[in-house]
């Protein structure tokens, strides 16, 4: 993984005695997780650049269980190519000094704003271009980001969560790296050590000045903190004293800021009770939970006893991980632990496994696809699963006038790939069904206004025979 700074400044070189890396060595840095290198391609009167590449062990990874929580995790990741909190610990350490804003040489200029830009390749940014602005823009930087595809060979796979992001401001020195320090596992969501009191700390050190103000303080908290709920709402409240931080215990972090919205309406409760409705009258025995993050809708059919088998099913195993904990499997009684079981997998690939159900519902997931892999998602479900019955729920795009924070042109989610007028919904529902075999009525779920139709619209989608 790599990180460019560059600046125009003249004399430009004198970035050397800010960050105490002479432009004229190629100078390298042993870390615990493989090996630091910084290097100037660029070193002159009018324009100076330093590079600080970070050459991740992944075997040590594996060694030292740093590369995720779960088993898979530890083996299969993004973690040696991908800007993580591995480089915001490579940043502190090599260019410690400099995040400071101490300068033994230069001083003076480490206290003056500079024209100073910052590119990463490659940036991990769970929650899209969105969210990457939403954060950067409000610290006055200038945002450039160019996604990367799954595949250059395959374009039909989509893109990927990943970009080549650079951003430029006037400002310090020290702010530029303490802003990419704190915010690089932020677009991450994710940290390779323990987060404890501790790191709550730091954040709270290193955001000083310029987080309690951010608009997006309370998700860059949350992220920060690892989802860790009692750090997050302590230093919430030391952030902005006075100010409560809105948590609920059973929140998933793909639904939180629609759940923002959402509240004074209790529509995920009625979201989830039209799924259970619609999933009770097909009286499927077999259910599977597509996309079930954290379990909230698991938790409705467990206590179901119609439901025989319930299956969970989501992408990420931290999520499934943490849909175990919150469900307390690991405490339930013999006979109701033998009626669920958690498996991670895609929901745009063929998955023998998902064959033979009854049922299956696709709660607030298919707008988080990238259009591309529609295609892909629809014949997996309809074409290799199909189960008897499929009821899936998505947002209403025109109903998001009535909200004050969303507009006709903005997503509900900073993760939303799209969301769906109630026409175009229709037609890909439509389309999909007749393409496999199935017929589809729709189901408005919330206050149906005349005009807008409903904040949330439901698909039953019934096999023929």
């Not at 260019?95 to 100073?116: C, H, I, K, V, Y």
């Not at 307390?328 to 013999?334: A, F, M, S």
């Given at each position: 993984?790599?990180?460019?700074?560059?600046?125009?400044r003249?004399p430009?070189?004198?970035?050397?005695?800010?960050?105490?890396?002479?432009?004229?060595?190629?100078?390298?840095?042993?870390l615990?997780?493989?090996?630091?290198?910084?290097?100037?391609?660029?070193a002159?009167?009018d324009?100076?650049?330093?590079?600080?590449?970070?050459?991740?062990?992944?075997?040590?990874?594996?060694?030292?269980?740093?590369?995720?929580?779960?088993?898979?995790?530890?083996?299969v990741?993004d973690r040696p190519?991908?800007?993580?909190?591995?480089?915001?610990?490579?940043?502190?350490?090599?260019?410690?000094?400099?995040?400071?804003?101490?300068?033994?040489?230069?001083?003076?200029?480490?206290?003056?704003?500079?024209?100073?830009?910052?590119?990463?390749?490659?940036?991990?940014?769970?929650?899209?271009?969105?969210?990457?602005?939403?954060?950067f823009?409000?610290l006055?930087?200038?945002?450039?980001?160019?996604?990367?595809?799954?595949?250059?060979?395959?374009?039909?796979?989509?893109?990927?969560?990943?970009?080549?992001?650079?951003?430029?401001?006037?400002?310090?020195?020290?702010?530029?790296?303490?802003h990419?320090?704190?915010?690089?596992?932020?677009?991450?969501?994710?940290?390779h050590y323990?987060?404890g009191?501790?790191?709550?700390?730091?954040l709270?050190?290193?955001?000083?000045?310029?987080?309690?103000?951010?608009?997006?303080?309370d998700?860059?908290?949350?992220?920060?903190?690892?989802?860790?709920?009692g750090?997050?709402?302590?230093?919430?409240?030391?952030?902005?004293?006075?100010?409560?931080?809105?948590v609920?215990?059973?929140?998933?972090p793909?639904?939180?800021?629609?759940?923002?919205?959402?509240?004074?309406?209790?529509?995920?409760?009625?979201?989830?009770?039209?799924?259970?409705a619609?999933?009770?009258?097909?009286?499927?025995?077999?259910?599977?939970?597509?996309?079930?993050?954290e379990?909230?809708?698991?938790?409705?059919?467990?206590?179901?006893?119609?439901?025989?088998?319930?299956?969970?099913?989501?992408?990420?195993?931290?999520?499934?991980?943490?849909?175990?904990?919150?469900?307390?499997?690991?405490?339930?009684?013999?006979?109701?632990?033998?009626?669920?079981?958690?498996?991670?997998?895609?929901?745009?690939?063929?998955?023998?496994?998902?064959?033979?159900?009854?049922?299956?519902a696709?709660?607030?997931?298919?707008?988080?696809?990238?259009?591309?892999?529609?295609?892909?998602?629809?014949?997996?479900?309809f074409?290799?699963?199909?189960?008897?019955?499929?009821?899936?729920?998505?947002?209403?795009?025109?109903?998001?006038?009535?909200?004050?924070?969303?507009?006709?042109?903005?997503?509900?989610?900073?993760d939303h790939?799209?969301?769906?007028?109630?026409?175009?919904?229709?037609?890909?529902?439509?389309a999909?069904?007749?393409r496999h075999?199935?017929?589809?009525?729709?189901?408005?779920?919330?206050?149906?206004?005349?005009?807008?139709?409903?904040?949330?619209?439901?698909?039953?989608?019934?096999?023929?025979?």
């Amino acid at each position: 993984m790599l990180l460019t700074i560059t600046t125009t400044r003249r004399p430009a070189d004198d970035l050397g005695y800010l960050l105490h890396k002479h432009p004229g060595r190629f100078q390298s840095y042993a870390l615990a997780f493989g090996t630091a290198r910084v290097f100037y391609p660029e070193a002159g009167e009018d324009r100076c650049s330093a590079c600080l590449l970070l050459d991740v062990d992944p075997v040590g990874l594996v060694r030292g269980k740093a590369g995720g929580e779960g088993l898979l995790d530890r083996y299969v990741n993004d973690r040696p190519y991908a800007a993580s909190s591995l480089m915001s610990v490579a940043i502190a350490q090599v260019f410690g000094s400099a995040m400071q804003g101490r300068s033994n040489d230069r001083p003076e200029l480490a206290a003056t704003p500079l024209p100073l830009s910052a590119r990463l390749d490659v940036l991990p940014v769970r929650g899209g271009e969105r969210f990457l602005r939403a954060v950067f823009e409000p610290l006055g930087y200038s945002v450039a980001a160019e996604r990367r595809p799954l595949d250059e060979q395959f374009p039909e796979w989509g893109e990927s969560p990943y970009f080549a992001v650079e951003i430029a401001a006037e400002t310090t020195l020290s702010q530029l790296l303490t802003h990419l320090y704190v915010l690089i596992p932020v677009f991450d969501d994710a940290k390779h050590y323990f987060v404890g009191d501790a790191e709550m700390e730091k954040l709270l050190a290193k955001g000083a000045g310029w987080l309690a103000g951010h608009p997006e303080k309370d998700e860059i908290t949350r992220r920060y903190l690892k989802h860790r709920h009692g750090l997050y709402r302590e230093a919430l409240a030391r952030l902005a004293p006075g100010e409560p931080a809105d948590v609920d215990e059973a929140d998933e972090p793909s639904a939180r800021v629609e759940d923002s919205l959402e509240k004074p309406l209790s529509l995920n409760d009625q979201r989830l009770g039209a799924v259970l409705a619609a999933l009770r009258a097909s009286g499927a025995r077999r259910v599977l939970d597509l996309g079930c993050g954290e379990g909230r809708l698991l938790r409705l059919l467990l206590k179901d006893p119609q439901f025989e088998e319930v299956v969970g099913v989501d992408v990420s195993i931290r999520t499934l991980e943490a849909a175990r904990d919150r469900l307390h499997l690991d405490r339930l009684p013999e006979r109701q632990a033998a009626r669920i079981r958690l498996m991670q997998g895609s929901l745009t690939y063929r998955d023998r496994r998902l064959e033979g159900y009854d049922a299956a519902a696709v709660v607030e997931v298919v707008e988080h696809l990238d259009p591309p892999r529609l295609a892909a998602f629809e014949r997996a479900l309809f074409a290799s699963a199909r189960p008897a019955t499929v009821v899936l729920t998505t947002p209403n795009r025109e109903y998001n006038v009535t909200w004050e924070n969303v507009g006709p042109d903005r997503l509900r989610h900073p993760d939303h790939r799209f969301e769906w007028t109630r026409a175009e919904f229709r037609a890909w529902a439509e389309a999909a069904a007749a393409r496999h075999g199935y017929a589809v009525r729709f189901v408005p779920v919330g206050p149906d206004d005349p005009t807008l139709g409903p904040p949330t619209q439901m698909g039953v989608f019934t096999r023929g025979r």
